[in-house]
């Protein structure tokens, strides 16, 4: 069965610090990999998918197959990205479009 | 375009009663899903739809039934709802691989 781990249930930092948010994922095939950001009370929104390799927000995250991890990474954290993030795995199987979420992880940027 | 529409935002319930949550989205996407949000335990998926007549269970459906007759509407009834049920409930569209859009919630109380 397809898992997405999330060690780190909080996460605090100081702001200009640098962040990585880890996630951990096990599955059978090749992985669909997103991030979901959750400003304080609000919908969760895409924040970075692997396969587009895209920068949102000062934010990064390489797929590393042989580790089985797809972490969260910004050089300098800022007050704005305090919030809960999700790592997400799509599948199981080639078309699905379900998502297997991680427990989240809620980042806390201090002044 | 308004997305992703959840109604209502709040609700309380007394436990035995039953209701349905309200989900509609503009964007002509097939996938369409439902999500329970709880602290420590992430998002779970309730159930999902890949179109119009076609739905399946996710990883918690007891006590929850959907019906996909459109496109465009996904509702999720609580048949008897239980205290068990108090939750954050998302509804959430997907076309091809871009990922989610997600509705801005309902927080549901059973008393």
């Known amino acids: 069965a397809q898992r997405v781990t999330q060690p780190e249930k909080l996460l605090s930092v100081f702001k200009g610090a640098p962040v990585e948010l880890k996630c951990n994922y096990s599955?059978?095939?090749?992985?669909?990999l997103f991030w979901y950001v959750q400003y304080s009370r609000q919908r969760l929104q895409l924040l970075l998918r692997h396969i587009s390799r895209e920068s949102i927000k000062g934010f990064t995250a390489d797929l590393n197959k042989g580790e089985t991890s797809f972490h969260l990474k910004k050089p300098f954290a800022q007050e704005e990205d305090s919030a809960m993030y999700y790592c997400?795995?799509?599948?199981?199987?080639?078309?699905?479009?379900?998502?297997?979420f991680g427990k989240g992880t809620k980042l806390s940027v201090i002044p | 375009n308004a997305g992703v529409t959840q109604t209502p935002k709040f609700q309380v319930l007394k436990t035995g009663q039953s209701m349905t949550l309200q989900c509609a989205q503009d964007?002509?996407?097939?996938?369409m899903s439902w999500y329970r949000q709880d602290p420590g335990m992430g998002l779970r998926l309730i159930h999902y739809?890949?179109?119009?007549?076609?739905?399946d269970q996710g990883e918690v459906p007891n006590g929850y039934n959907v019906s996909r007759s459109t496109t465009e509407d996904f509702p999720l009834r609580l048949l008897s709802a239980a205290p068990s049920q108090t939750s954050v409930y998302f509804c959430a569209s997907s076309y091809d691989d871009y990922g989610y859009t997600f509705g801005s919630g309902t927080r549901l109380t059973v008393v």
């Open positions: 599955y059978s095939g090749s992985p669909e």
């Open positions: 964007m002509n996407h097939e996938y």
């Open positions: 997400a795995l799509k599948g199981p199987g080639a078309g699905s479009y379900q998502l297997t």
């Open positions: 739809s890949v179109g119009a007549g076609i739905t």
